[in-house]
Every structure is written in structure tokens, then in C-alpha cells.
């Protein structure tokens, strides 16, 4: 797990090895255990390593091929890479350190892009073929690791976070409005957009293809897709019993090949199903496991939020697998404490309230260096029925994405958007986020019938859009502390057979009786309401996992990870949260209107309305404004 960095003069003027070093030290905190550059006239790549696999000098990058054609900057991990490099050797290959990073250099010399396809893992990379003078660049299937780029000028650059970029002494900033205005309407970027102009995120699941030289002056970058969701019904009869042993094969086989390390590793523990059940595997091969919580003080938290301290239910998992567990308890006021951090190393907010997030990635780096976490277990086996359940019922494709484009409207509905965007409103009035959300199903068939597949769409939305701002959030936040986060639900073979799971195994309420309009900024317990009425979601994988972790957790409630902020904002974070966005003039009014957002903060610290996940926002984007 590392930071790559790396920069293209297209004027064919020699790179600066200072700008690079510049943009290398920028993600330092990524690699703590070792720098690289490599630079040949116009041409330079930059690495930063965390050593987790062969923590020798032969894993040193940027990584240069036997023959000196090729030059590999690389971050991830690839977790079948022992059986990649046999066949690599079967080839004629040999191999000078027993990391990845030599296998994916030799794979792509070997299999060219075609490589995409046999990597299971995480990745981003940067490839340079010194024959062709082409640069690849790639980002695995899900999205698990970031990869930015931009062009300004005649200076093209790439790096794992948009700080390198900005090291450049000539980069210009300059605030992306249309996608602050995307990031308003669902509180997360759909687009390959940033809130920097001239700064790309390359889409999971793509390579692109620079050559400098062919269409001069302008470079030629073409980008593609190597793979994409796809989450079907099976056309044949399902045998749940054949279903339920195959999920548990697959299962133990994802946990089994993402323990592969030369260092210690731990795993984040909640109350849930997710990170209990890896937890449960896990110690099978690792006894004495460390892991992980993180809980929320809550002697002024109500409702809802009285259920989000999950720390009871992880110390008697741990204390049942006889893990070395450590926990910490966040109190109104850290969020404020560790903004100006936070926001520095998330670069942009991206989904949900992602300051728990920082701390457990601190508290964990304490002690290990690798942590596995539950993320995807969700939206790969329907752990959200309340979200997409209100998809089944619609009068066509259209009024589907009409419906569901309100409801991911997460932070305020459409009329006060124009309102909040008053003094940019010429610069964003051409943006339609109607449009980027309904380009999300663009290559998707519209001719859909049966229940099942508005929630296969549903599900294929959400893990397009929903978990991929996980994954960037919990990679900057993680690699802050130069922790490696892996998530073993997102193994290959595993994703393979959550997509062609049939619904009514992971579901099992599809009647219109079932059927649940809620809204998830609402006051109110709406989970507890859904689950009395169903206790659905992730039903397959409630019953597998029930062989390892007791019955309490595989039939509990759904629960977020989420801290109490409905209360702290108009309790005891209220001065905090008038000090930043009432009574002062914070940066974020350069671009909103300060007299259409007020009144929107007040209905929440008067308690008319629950507006947490827009004050979160609010602050996080002023933070963003003041540290970019």
C-alpha cells in the first residue's frame, strides 16, 4: 500500500526532480517506509511505500522491468499474486523480490491491459512503456484506491490524492462550482468530477492511455472500461441450500487470501454482521487477533441515536473469539478538534459524517499496519430494504429514476438548492443532477418488469455511487495514518456471486404491504420501524454467518456507523456549529447564500427538522475552501 506520483511535460522539457520530490512529499503520510523517483527527460514517476508484503529493498518503486522497457509506480495489493506470478514464471518471467508490485509490472509487460482482468485486489497505477512512450494508467474494479489526474498547460500529473497535484508551484486553483453543486444535491460526486478544476478522478473500474506524442499539441487520453457491476436474477432454478454453501466457501476464501502479510494486521469490530463475521474467520488463522471500535458517548444523544454506541455488542464478540481488542468512545467536540486535519487529508467530503472514521483509522495504526473492514457487505447483499424497496413500485424506468433521484437527494430537496446557489447560479444553472443521475444506468437495460430488477438497478446504483464514496473516504482517512484498509467482501469471486444472488434470497419482503417511504434526515427510529415490520435484508448472509457468530447479531436491527451528530449539533456542539456558519462570515458564503442556508441550520438547532448531514456538510466544505 503506498502513493504514487507522476508527471508528463508535454513541451518535452525535462521534468523538475524538486516539483516531483514536491508532489512525493505531499503524500508522505501514505508511505512512511520509503521514496522512489524515476525521471527520464520529460518524463517522471514518483512513489511513496508501506511496506506490508517483502519489506526488503527489492520491493523498492518506481519498479523497472528486467529489460528496462517498462516502469511501474504502484498502489494496492493484489491478493492472488502467488498464483499470477507461477504463471508468469511458467512464461519465462523471473523475479527479483516476492512482492505484488513485480508480479502486476510483469503481468501488464506480459498481458498488456488484458492483466485488468486476472487482478483480484486493489490497485492504482501509473505504467510507462519506454519503447511505446505511452503511459497507462488504471484503478481497480471498485474503486477501493483513488487515482487523480489533471493537465494544465503543457504539465500533465497523476497521484494517489490531489495534493501532490497541487504541489506544483504553477498549478492554478480554482473552485469546480457545478461540481459543488452535484455534491450538494446527493452529498456525494457521481461524475469523475472534483471540486478543483482540472482535476480528475479516473472512474473505477478503467484504464486510460496516455500518449504524448501522438496528436500534438494536444495528448491523446483514452480512457476505458475493463469491467462494471452487474447485478442480475439467475435464469435458471435456485437451489438455496447449494446458494447458502457456496456464499460460505467464497466467504472464507475472500477472508482466507486478504490475511496474506509480512506484518501484523487487524480487523475493525463492530456490533454488526459484517466485521463480526470476518472477525470470526479470521481468528481461525490469526488466534489473538487485534481489533478495533470505535463508540459514541451518548448521555445527550435520543431517539435513534440512543442504539449507535455498538461497543457492548463488539467487546462480546471479542471476548468470544479472544481478540486483543481495544476501543475509544468520541465525545461532542472531537469532530470539531480534528476537522481542519480531516479535511486536509479527505481533500473533499464525499458520503455520510466521516470523522469516526479518522479517529478508528488513528487508533488502529497504534497497533497494526493492515485492517480489514466489513465494507460492502451492504450493498453487495441488500442491507439497505428501505432504501431500494420503495423502487418497486413505479409506472415505468422513468418514473423509477425520477422517484429515486428525490430520494438521494441527501442533504436538502431541489427547491432550496437554487436558492442556496444564488450568487453562483449562472456558473451551475447549465448543470442537470437529474441527468448525472440518471447517467449513472446509462449502459444498463431500461425494459425492466418484474420487482427484482428495479432492486438489482438499485443495487447496481448503490454500488456505483454510494460505496465508491466509501471506499475514497476510508482510503485517505486510513492511508492518514498510514494504515492499509482491506475489505475482503470485495473479493473477486465473492462479487461475482453476490451479483447473480437472486433477490428473494437476500430478501425476502417483496409485497406491496412491505413497502416503506422514509426519508433518512427524518427524526424518528425508521430502522427499528422497517425491521419490526420485516427484519429483512441480507438474508442469505444472516443465515450463513449464523454458523459463526451468534444468533443476538445475525438477527439484529441494521446499524450504521454513525455518531449522534442530530443532538450534538443543537447541544453541545451548538456554539461551534453558530460560531462557524451564523454569526461569522465562513468561506463557504463566497459561493452559497448566507440568508437562504441559515434558516435551514436553525430548523435543525431549533429541532423542526433533522439537518445534520447538511450541517456536516456545510462545515466540511468550509474547511475544504480554507485548506484548498
Given at each position: 500500500?503506498?502513493?504514487?506520483?507522476?508527471?508528463?511535460?508535454?513541451?518535452?522539457?525535462?521534468?523538475?526532480?524538486?516539483?516531483?520530490?514536491?508532489?512525493t512529499?505531499?503524500?508522505?503520510?501514505?508511505?512512511?517506509?520509503?521514496?522512489?523517483?524515476?525521471?527520464?527527460?520529460?518524463?517522471?514517476?514518483?512513489?511513496?511505500?508501506?511496506?506490508?508484503?517483502?519489506?526488503?529493498?527489492?520491493?523498492?518503486?518506481?519498479?523497472?522491468?528486467?529489460?528496462?522497457?517498462?516502469?511501474?509506480?504502484y498502489?494496492?495489493?493484489?491478493?492472488?499474486?502467488?498464483?499470477?506470478?507461477?504463471?508468469?514464471?511458467?512464461?519465462?518471467?523471473?523475479?527479483?523480490?516476492?512482492?505484488?508490485?513485480?508480479?502486476?509490472?510483469?503481468?501488464?509487460?506480459?498481458?498488456?491491459?488484458?492483466?485488468?482482468?486476472?487482478?483480484?485486489?486493489?490497485f492504482?497505477l501509473?505504467?510507462?512503456?519506454?519503447?511505446?512512450?505511452?503511459?497507462?494508467?488504471?484503478?481497480?474494479?471498485?474503486?477501493?484506491?483513488?487515482?487523480?489526474?489533471?493537465?494544465?498547460?503543457?504539465?500533465?500529473?497523476?497521484?494517489?490524492e490531489?495534493?501532490?497535484?497541487?504541489?506544483?508551484?504553477?498549478?492554478?486553483?480554482?473552485?469546480?462550482?457545478?461540481?459543488?453543486?452535484?455534491?450538494?444535491?446527493?452529498?456525494?460526486?457521481?461524475?469523475?468530477?472534483?471540486?478543483?478544476?482540472?482535476?480528475?478522478?479516473?472512474?473505477?473500474?478503467?484504464?486510460?492511455?496516455?500518449?504524448?506524442?501522438?496528436?500534438?499539441?494536444?495528448?491523446?487520453l483514452?480512457?476505458?472500461?475493463?469491467?462494471?457491476?452487474?447485478?442480475?436474477?439467475?435464469?435458471?432454478?435456485?437451489?438455496?441450500?447449494?446458494?447458502?454453501?457456496?456464499?460460505?466457501?467464497?466467504?472464507?476464501?475472500?477472508?482466507?487470501?486478504?490475511?496474506?502479510?509480512?506484518?501484523?494486521?487487524?480487523?475493525?469490530l463492530?456490533?454488526?454482521?459484517?466485521?463480526?463475521?470476518?472477525?470470526?474467520?479470521?481468528?481461525?488463522?490469526?488466534?489473538?487477533?487485534?481489533?478495533?471500535?470505535?463508540?459514541?458517548?451518548?448521555?445527550?444523544?435520543?431517539?435513534?441515536?440512543?442504539?449507535?454506541?455498538?461497543?457492548?455488542?463488539?467487546?462480546?464478540?471479542?471476548?468470544?473469539?479472544?481478540?486483543?481488542?481495544?476501543?475509544?468512545?468520541?465525545?461532542?467536540?472531537?469532530?470539531?478538534?480534528?476537522?481542519?486535519?480531516?479535511?486536509?487529508?479527505?481533500?473533499?467530503?464525499?458520503?455520510?459524517?466521516?470523522?469516526?472514521?479518522?479517529?478508528?483509522?488513528?487508533m488502529?495504526?497504534?497497533?497494526?499496519?493492515?485492517?480489514l473492514?466489513?465494507?460492502?457487505?451492504?450493498?453487495?447483499?441488500?442491507?439497505?430494504p428501505?432504501?431500494?424497496?420503495?423502487?418497486?413500485?413505479?409506472?415505468?424506468?422513468?418514473?423509477?429514476?425520477?422517484?429515486?433521484?428525490?430520494?438521494?437527494?441527501?442533504?436538502?430537496?431541489?427547491?432550496?438548492?437554487?436558492?442556496?446557489?444564488?450568487?453562483?447560479?449562472?456558473?451551475?444553472?447549465?448543470?442537470?443532477?437529474?441527468?448525472?443521475?440518471?447517467?449513472?444506468?446509462?449502459?444498463?437495460?431500461?425494459?425492466?418488469?418484474?420487482?427484482?430488477?428495479y432492486?438489482?438497478?438499485?443495487?447496481?446504483?448503490?454500488?456505483?455511487?454510494?460505496?465508491?464514496?466509501?471506499?475514497?473516504?476510508?482510503?485517505?482517512?486510513?492511508?492518514?495514518?498510514?494504515?492499509?484498509?482491506?475489505?475482503?467482501?470485495?473479493?473477486?469471486?465473492?462479487?461475482?456471486?453476490?451479483?447473480?444472488?437472486?433477490?428473494?434470497?437476500?430478501?425476502?419482503?417483496?409485497?406491496?404491504?412491505?413497502?416503506?417511504?422514509?426519508?433518512?434526515?427524518?427524526?424518528?427510529?425508521?430502522?427499528?420501524?422497517f425491521?419490526?415490520?420485516?427484519?429483512d435484508?441480507?438474508q442469505?448472509?444472516?443465515?450463513?454467518?449464523?454458523?459463526?457468530?451468534?444468533?443476538d447479531?445475525?438477527?439484529?436491527?441494521?446499524?450504521?456507523?454513525?455518531s449522534?451528530?442530530?443532538?450534538?449539533?443543537?447541544?453541545?456542539?451548538?456554539?461551534?456549529?453558530?460560531?462557524?456558519?451564523?454569526?461569522?462570515?465562513?468561506?463557504?458564503?463566497?459561493?452559497?447564500d448566507?440568508?437562504a442556508?441559515?434558516?435551514?441550520?436553525?430548523?435543525?438547532?431549533?429541532?423542526?427538522?433533522?439537518?445534520?448531514?447538511?450541517?456536516?456538510?456545510?462545515?466540511?466544505?468550509?474547511?475544504?475552501?480554507?485548506?484548498?
Amino acid at each position: 500500500m503506498c502513493g504514487i506520483t507522476g508527471l508528463i511535460n508535454l513541451d518535452d522539457s525535462p521534468v523538475s526532480p524538486v516539483t516531483l520530490q514536491k508532489m512525493t512529499n505531499a503524500i508522505a503520510h501514505r508511505g512512511p517506509d520509503g521514496e522512489g523517483h524515476w525521471i527520464e527527460g520529460n518524463v517522471g514517476l514518483g512513489h511513496r511505500r508501506l511496506a506490508i508484503i517483502d519489506l526488503t529493498p527489492a520491493g523498492h518503486q518506481p519498479m523497472i522491468s528486467a529489460d528496462h522497457r517498462y516502469v511501474l509506480s504502484y498502489n494496492g495489493e493484489i491478493y492472488n499474486f502467488r498464483e499470477l506470478r507461477a504463471d508468469l514464471e511458467a512464461e519465462g518471467y523471473w523475479f527479483r523480490s516476492k512482492t505484488d508490485s513485480e508480479v502486476v509490472l510483469y503481468a501488464l509487460a506480459h498481458w498488456g491491459t488484458k492483466a485488468f482482468d486476472y487482478f483480484n485486489g486493489m490497485f492504482a497505477l501509473a505504467f510507462w512503456d519506454r519503447k511505446e512512450k505511452t503511459l497507462l494508467l488504471a484503478r481497480d474494479r471498485y474503486g477501493i484506491k483513488p487515482l487523480y489526474y489533471s493537465q494544465q498547460g503543457n504539465t500533465f500529473a497523476v497521484s494517489s490524492e490531489q495534493k501532490a497535484i497541487l504541489a506544483q508551484p504553477e498549478f492554478k486553483r480554482k473552485l469546480n462550482k457545478p461540481a459543488l453543486l452535484e455534491y450538494f444535491t446527493f452529498q456525494n460526486i457521481f461524475t469523475d468530477q472534483t471540486l478543483l478544476e482540472d482535476i480528475k478522478l479516473l472512474p473505477a473500474g478503467h484504464y486510460a492511455t496516455l500518449t504524448p506524442y501522438a496528436l500534438r499539441p494536444t495528448p491523446f487520453l483514452r480512457l476505458n472500461s475493463f469491467w462494471d457491476y452487474r447485478f442480475r436474477e439467475p435464469d435458471h432454478p435456485v437451489d438455496r441450500r447449494e446458494y447458502l454453501e457456496e456464499l460460505d466457501r467464497l466467504f472464507r476464501q475472500a477472508v482466507n487470501r486478504q490475511l496474506v502479510s509480512d506484518v501484523e494486521l487487524g480487523v475493525y469490530l463492530s456490533g454488526g454482521i459484517d466485521s463480526g463475521s470476518i472477525t470470526a474467520l479470521a481468528t481461525q488463522s490469526f488466534p489473538y487477533l487485534k481489533t478495533f471500535t470505535c463508540g459514541f458517548d451518548l448521555s445527550s444523544a435520543s431517539g435513534i441515536e440512543l442504539s449507535f454506541d455498538e461497543r457492548t455488542k463488539a467487546e462480546a464478540m471479542s471476548a468470544r473469539f479472544k481478540t486483543e481488542h481495544y476501543e475509544m468512545v468520541l465525545k461532542a467536540g472531537d469532530m470539531e478538534r480534528c476537522l481542519p486535519k480531516l479535511s486536509w487529508h479527505l481533500e473533499e467530503p464525499r458520503v455520510g459524517q466521516s470523522y469516526p472514521n479518522y479517529y478508528a483509522a488513528q487508533m488502529a495504526s497504534k497497533f497494526v499496519k493492515v485492517v480489514l473492514s466489513g465494507s460492502g457487505g451492504d450493498e453487495l447483499f441488500g442491507g439497505y430494504p428501505w432504501r431500494y424497496y420503495r423502487a418497486v413500485i413505479n409506472q415505468d424506468f422513468k418514473h423509477y429514476i425520477d422517484q429515486y433521484y428525490l430520494y438521494w437527494q441527501r442533504l436538502v430537496d431541489n427547491r432550496y438548492l437554487k436558492q442556496m446557489f444564488a450568487p453562483v447560479w449562472s456558473e451551475v444553472q447549465h448543470v442537470w443532477t437529474r441527468d448525472i443521475f440518471r447517467d449513472v444506468f446509462a449502459t444498463h437495460d431500461n425494459a425492466l418488469e418484474r420487482p427484482e430488477d428495479y432492486i438489482n438497478h438499485s443495487l447496481y446504483f448503490e454500488a456505483k455511487t454510494f460505496l465508491h464514496g466509501l471506499f475514497v473516504v476510508e482510503d485517505k482517512l486510513s492511508m492518514a495514518h498510514s494504515l492499509e484498509t482491506r475489505v475482503p467482501f470485495m473479493d473477486n469471486d465473492l462479487v461475482d456471486f453476490a451479483m447473480s444472488c437472486p433477490i428473494h434470497l437476500k430478501l425476502n419482503h417483496l409485497t406491496l404491504d412491505n413497502l416503506i417511504r422514509t426519508n433518512e434526515n427524518e427524526p424518528g427510529d425508521k430502522q427499528s420501524q422497517f425491521f419490526q415490520k420485516t427484519n429483512d435484508g441480507k438474508q442469505i448472509l444472516r443465515d450463513v454467518m449464523s454458523r459463526y457468530i451468534p444468533e443476538d447479531i445475525t438477527k439484529a436491527e441494521k446499524q450504521g456507523f454513525s455518531s449522534p451528530d442530530a443532538s450534538w449539533f443543537k447541544g453541545e456542539s451548538i456554539k461551534f456549529v453558530r460560531r462557524t456558519l451564523i454569526d461569522g462570515h465562513a468561506k463557504i458564503y463566497d459561493v452559497l447564500d448566507k440568508q437562504a442556508v441559515v434558516p435551514l441550520i436553525e430548523q435543525h438547532l431549533n429541532g423542526e427538522q433533522n439537518r445534520r448531514l447538511l450541517i456536516w456538510s456545510l462545515l466540511n466544505i468550509d474547511s475544504f475552501l480554507e485548506q484548498f
